[in-house]
């Protein structure tokens, strides 16, 4: 079900699996390239730059501003991704990139889920503390008495 600018609802089916195993593969490299807030933010333009467009809102200043988003957000989206064909089911092997976030962390020792060189323990419980903060404040906000 879609519904249209002016509200009508409609059925409507397009099928396009290359299409879909290439949206697959770009999303992958990206999750590879891109910050966690990159990632939210083009998500969100994304989709609302769908709705405009969708609605022939392209002349509207804005879309050049997201435009110019979405375009810069994308110049380090390049690599090569494997992916298996299973059954009707897109399958996501692996994802090389000269611009992975993941292997400039490594080559800065900084490794997901063992010890790291880039902070120390005592580093690591300031920086916790400090995260926590803000919501430790809403709490006794919210809980006067306790």
């Given at each position: ?12 089916g ?17 999750k ?14 994304g ?100």
């Open positions: 079900m879609g519904s249209t600018m002016v509200g009508n609802l409609a059925r409507v397009f099928e396009a699996p290359g299409m879909l195993i290439l949206i697959a593969a770009h999303r992958e490299l990206e590879l390239v891109l910050s966690n807030r990159q990632q939210a933010t083009k998500a969100t333009l989709n609302t730059y769908g709705d405009l467009l969708h609605e022939a809102v392209y002349f509207d200043p804005i879309m050049d501003d997201f435009r110019a988003f979405l375009d810069s957000s994308q110049t380090r989206v390049t690599g090569t991704v494997r992916v298996k064909l299973h059954k009707g089911n897109i399958v996501l092997l692996g994802s090389k990139s000269p611009y992975s976030l993941l292997d400039a962390a490594t080559r800065a020792g900084i490794v997901y889920g063992h010890g790291s060189s880039a902070w120390t323990g005592e580093q690591a419980r300031a920086f916790a503390h400090m995260y926590a903060m803000p919501g430790s404040i809403a709490r006794l906000a919210a809980h006067p008495a306790e």
